[in-house]
C-alpha cells in the first residue's frame, strides 16, 4: 500500500477502536511482507485496552507472541532503519539462523522535531529447531 492509504487506515482504525470504547494502550507494531516499487504490503497492529470484535476489515487478536527472536535496537532517523534490518538479516546468515516470522517493528520513540531521536526495536522470529 502507499503511504497516503496507510495512514487513511490507521486512522480509520483508531476511529474503529474509538468507537467501539477502547483506548490505544501502546506504540504500534508493523509488520512488512513485501515491497515492490512504490507498494508496501504491511500489516499494521495496535495494543489496545480491551477485545473488541472483528470486522471485515480489521481482526482482533487476543495476542500475539513471538519466541525465539532476535533483536535489533535501532536509534537515529527513520531513513536508516533499513540499513540495521540490513544488518539483522546479515546476522542471521551468517549464523545459519531460520527465521520464521517477519520482521516485526515496534516504535519506542518518535520525535516529529528532530527525527533522529527515533528508536525502533525490530524483533524476528527464528526457528528453535536444531538439524
Known sequence: MKMKLFY???????????????????????????????????????????SIASTDRFVFKNQIKIVNAVVACYKGHPMGLQEACNQLNQYIVEHK???????????????ILNPENTEIDVYVGISPNVL
Open 8 to 50: 487513511v487506515i490507521w486512522k480509520r482504525m483508531e476511529r474503529y477502536i474509538h468507537s467501539s470504547c477502547a483506548k490505544k494502550s501502546g506504540t504500534p507494531i508493523t509488520a512488512t511482507y513485501g515491497v515492490e516499487g512504490n507498494t508496501i504490503d504491511m500489516e499494521l497492529l495496535m495494543p489496545i485496552d480491551r
Open 97 to 111: 539462523l531460520q527465521p520464521i516470522t517477519v520482521g516485526y517493528n515496534v516504535t519506542k520513540k518518535t520525535d
